[in-house]
Structures are given as C-alpha cells and as structure tokens.
C-alpha cells in the first residue's frame, strides 16, 4: 500500500498514512481532531548516463559536408 502525507487545516500538524490508491478516507488529525487535505510535493529526477541529444538522431547524408557548386 502507498504512503500518503496529510497536512490538519485546522493546527497544521503534518503526519503519514497507508491506504489503498482508490479509496479516498476522511482522515482526521490526530492531535486535533481537524480536517485533513492530502499534501501533494513534487518526485525527485535522477538523470544517469551519457545523455541524449538532438545531434544523435539526425542522418548525416554526404551533401551536408561539401560546399555547394551552385
């Protein structure tokens, strides 16, 4: 089951909670007794390798190197 974070609307007491993805539970603060709203924060991105770039998809065809005789 995933972790969700909560965050009380009442005295700001943030804490953490296991349930399913489809349910949607009324969770109440647990100090408090206030309404909850689930927090949302960005995921973290970890690019590895070498990269790719726009140069390495492109077809090299043997015009593009000699000068135009036009």
Known sequence: ???????CTKCGHQFDTR???D???KIPCPQCDGVTN???????IIFKGSGWYIKD????SPTDSSPSSE
């Open 38 to 44: 689930k927090v949302f924060s960005p995921t973290g």
């Open 19 to 21: 349930h399913s993805a």
């Open 1 to 7: 089951m995933p972790l969700y974070e909560y965050a």
């Open 57 to 60: 998809s492109v077809a090299k």
């Open 23 to 25: 349910e949607k539970p």
